[in-house]
């Protein structure tokens, strides 16, 4: 059995020793530091999210991850999440075609529909097609996906996009590129994401992980269903690690709390409480403490959910980039090892 431990950022704005907030430009070139570390110390898959607003430095996942490409060995690269309902399909495989090329096949996609709107407006969509525009760039998406290795030409017709008769589209692949759905609590997505035959991606960022499992039945379900193998169930979730629990609270709460009231302002939320935090740490989905710690935490939701793959957000609001080295550091040489010897799996 193994167990792929990875790491995904969002390239939130941070602040830097100053108070300042750094430019968006270095909060980019800092990403790219951070993954070369992830690189050196053994971690699996680096996932750059994509957003399109100022809080959020990065608008083109796959324009970093390529930098970071040139400056990595073994890293899996990929999003977290691309937001395909607003983006051209065929542009997107193309995109991360190419990736996977200069990273010698190292290159991953994660598709999802986003939680933020921002791309609807920015690029003429409009959120009442919010669906038919997933589930139609999806199956453009996975028809260039299957053609991938070979180039051969593909057609679809719809409502969202021009149609596409007998196009060829490259750069071809050495082998499919690796897809993941992402899904955010949406039973409907889970067998969407059964349905085309892609590895299911669960964004848990509140609440018992274990409410998940029903999804995670779900999924295994319906590929039984439709006769297919078994594929991964991967799991992203928000977290911090530094030397002490204590430590790692106390260092992570303001950025967190600023992130979260700041977000919560816009959807309508209250104000995060202490009370919350800590819940969010002792049976939530916040993954927050010593390397012992967060460990015990990472292998309790495999265990409980039976995933191949977690990821850790470790970007928090303002949190500075050199406590995210930090964390990133920990959770490479001591964290890593722990959730294995405590799972008895080994690396991918």
Known sequence: MTLELGLDTFGDVTRSADDRLVPHAQVIRDIVSEAVLADELGVDFIGVG???RA??????PEMVLAAIAGRTRRIRLGSAVTVLSSDDPVRVY???????????GRAEVILGRGSFTESFPLFGYSLGQYEQLFEEKLAIFAALREAGPTGAPITWRGTTRAPLSNQRVYPTTAAPLTTWIG????????LRAAR??????LAIIGGDPRRFRPYVDLYHEALAERGAAALPIGVHSPGYVAATDAEAREELWPAYREMRDRIGAERGWGPMTTAEFDREIAEGSLY????ETVAQKIAATARALGIARFDMKYSAGTLAHDKMMRCIELYGREVIPRVRALLHVHAA
């Open 196 to 201: 085309y035959g892609l590895p299911l991606m």
């Open 94 to 104: 193309q995109r991360f075609a190419t990736l996977d090329a200069v990273s010698n």
């Open 55 to 60: 809080d959020f430095a990065v608008s083109s």
């Open 50 to 52: 994509e957003h399109h």
């Open 288 to 291: 927050v403490g010593s390397p």
């Open 183 to 190: 899904v955010g609590g949406s039973p409907e997505s889970v």
